[in-house]
């Protein structure tokens, strides 16, 4: 399946309008100042408290009891005047799809909307921009986690739908329901939660569904993510009803017994009576529903017929302006260059690219590359593996890494990169977090010379990392020809605790491994799978002399030529059963399930659509082998992002056989995401495999964890890319590999040219595959959850070249090596439809591979 947004559009700054004299702005009601990160226990979960919030809210906004004054300016009486170009205020609940809408405006009104939290502005400030600067001519209210009765959850939001009577407003799923419930309505649980699952639609033809089918088979299906809905018995009459579902989201129902039964039809849209406010309960946005674009136009269309009534004089004054805004020392709030494009991630909304920062740094150093082809040598010297064993297999492989494409059939990947202790400007830089709640931590940079300084990060390892490529000057023709990115820099991993330099606000257990490791690569050698070819690089300052390294590596990969036939064979070994294995599992089979329970009561009440619930096991190997090990996972297990990773002065090794790719960039500026989820095991037989891979491709629940978090990923490089550019070429193929048949999609996106590669892999950390979405509030309950730090696992492992490009794996079917203690990690993602069982069998699959080689190898070391 290809779908795909709209073109690409060229950069627009956002607008505003000139200050609007004369505008009484109601202060009668405060607002809460309560963020969505504030925490309370509540059924094991550290999660925000309802009755709490509850609590809150019957000071602020009560339905049907609020001050009936509002900012209404003067009715429709003049024909629609065209805009050039609509300028939106879309609020962020704290949403992982927010961005999405922000991709589809961007290319609809002609201009980027400006995105703010739902708790960034006060009301005063909100009133500012909206009245005396007249800086918009709509409003979005995204989607979000939680309840409109929540003040933690909907912000600002019930206050702009009660008071802001005279501009358009468009509520999405949580926004929605907040219409609903700001006028009265009341908004309980649905009959059942329903998250990236489709129904049909049937309107009522009005102006938000202009040109769009109704009815039953008539095309019209959208995506809904949602737990909770605006009850329709209870909607007072200020509220129009405007579309309901029209038929069941799965086949359990009988289809005769939902059409006589009214009450099982949910409502999925609603309008004010008298004020330009539409709420829709679907998902618009998402990439399976159908429409959605048109919905979106309608809106602007709405917005234009609206505006185009009022005096004439409204729209000639409008002038294009830069719409930033920032806090100045009387305390109001003036616009000032650049907003939307420094505005890189609603975890942040003071965000400053750190493309920008870096380019005045201090310490500028000019790489020169230099490079050898050796064509159609690899198959003559045994491959990768004998060429890795050949070159850096000495000393037990210390201070070396490999990226190992070791699955490279149906062309999932073509190169491996491979080195060791280089040149004169190799180093290893490890990180560690200072403690669970901050940024900042503490890095150790280990010399050529093997000379090593501590230094403190106060503004993280990303600020860090991004100075450091920012400083790096290259010509760009010294890698013309090169078939492939890495091109020499920084190579290794970034574990999942680096999340607190994401927008979450702690870890709630510190790693016992450095939270990212990392060595410069001066000197590399590739592998291409596709024509044999083997490639030499050395990258030094230009500063300095060149070395002889090309010429000596040149000299044993000819002189290994002669010795190919001497290269190793592969171990072999009986399988062995994930049962009495010596690996500890931090969670028991009951408590897992237990677990996954807990996240489908959170999930039933709206706190999230889908958890990536994992665990963690372990066992003492003591002193074996971890290169070996490693070489006997990737016989076992071969995978396309696979790695070995040793840093021999922290104890660490890493085995790593992933399937999965988080993230990469490429030379031409794109991005590209290939997100799984949906696992199922290989059969005994090719009938009984093939049965298994239809199962998979056709399975309801599987399809719906996929397409949640390929919305996610849209998101996530929405948040970076050139408006129009996000787009999905592959949606739910079924891949298949050694041990497990696998659901992958791909998204793409063109990377905005003012922000830098670490600005993009900020966005997105986390991989959103190993979260659930929303992502913010996923990670906030997964930590309350979960027992322990996990690590490296979940975090990425990979390459950050000294040009700017990157590649990077998600750590899953991984066993890390610390202190003669194997780790492996492993869970699934957890939705409405998930069955305990079934998802404790799951998890127990995807360690199978990683766990089975560790006890193998174990047993075949004790044979030797």
Known sequence: MNFALCSNLSEIASPCLERQKNITINKSIATSSIRASDLANKDGFRVSSHDSRKAVLSTQYVPGQLDGSCLMGEPLSKPRQKLEFVRTLLIDNYDSYTYNIYQELSVINGIPPVVVRNDEWTWEEACYYIYEERAFDNIVISPGPGSPACPTDIGICLRLLLECADIPILGVCLGHQALGYVHGAEVVHAFEPVHGRLSEIQHNGCRLFDGIPSGRNSGFKVVRYHSLIVDAKSLPKELIPL?????????????????????????????????????????????????????????????????????????????LQYNACTQVGNGSWQFKEDFTRAYLSPFNTNHVSMYKMAQSSNGVKFLRLQWRKLENLSCQVGGAKNIFLKLFGDDKAEKTFWLDSASTEKRRARFSFMGGKGGSLWKQITFRLSDQSTTGGYISIEDAQGLSTTTLLEDGFFHYMNKELQSIRYDEKDYEGLPFEFHGGYIGYLGYGLKVECGVPNNRYKAKTPDACFFFADNLTVIDHSNNDVYILSIHDQTEKTTTWLDDMEQKLTTMKTSASKSLSSQTSARVMLTNTGFGLD???????E???????????????????????????GD????????????????????????????????????????????????????????IARGSTPEEDEMLRSQLQHSEKDQAENLMIVDLLRNDLGRVCEPGSVHVPRLMDVESYATVHTMVSTVRGKKRSDLSAIDCVRAAFPGGSMTGAPKLRSMELLDSLESCSR??????????????????????????????????????????????????????????APVNAVVEFEHMSLEE
């Open 587 to 593: 969670k028991t089979r009951e408590e897992y399930m």
């Open 243 to 319: 579309a309901w579902t029209c038929s069941p989201v799965d086949q359990k129902f009988d289809l005769t017994s939902y059409e006589s039964q009214p009450n099982m039809k949910v409502l999925m849209g609603i309008m004010h009576s008298t004020r330009p406010h539409y709420g829709l309960q679907f998902h618009p946005e998402s990439i399976a529903t159908c429409h959605g674009s048109q919905i979106f136009k309608n809106f602007r269309d709405i917005t234009e017929d609206f505006w185009g009534s009022k005096d004439s004089s409204s729209i000639s004054e409008r002038k």
């Open 624 to 679: 074996i082998d971890p290169l070996g090990l490693y070489l006997h996972l990737r016989d076992k297990n071969p995978a396309p992002y696979a790695a070995w990773l040793n840093f021999e002065k922290e104890n660490l090794t890493i085995c790593c056989s992933s399937p999965e790719r988080f993230l990469r960039l490429d030379r031409d500026g794109v991005l590209e995401a290939k997100p799984i989820k949906g696992t």
């Open 791 to 848: 690590g490296i696992y979940s975090g990425c492992i990979g390459f950050f070249s000294y040009n700017q490009t990157f590649d990077l794996n998600i750590v899953i079917r991984t066993v890390v090596v610390h202190k003669g203690e194997a780790s492996v990690g492993a869970g699934g993602a957890i939705v409405a439809l998930s069955s305990p069982e079934q998802e404790y069998k799951e998890m127990v699959l995807k360690a199978t």
């Open 595 to 621: 677990d996954v329970e807990k996240c489908q009561k959170v999930i039933k009440d709206g706190e999230s659509y889908e958890l990536c619930l994992t665990t963690q096991m372990r066992k003492t190997i």
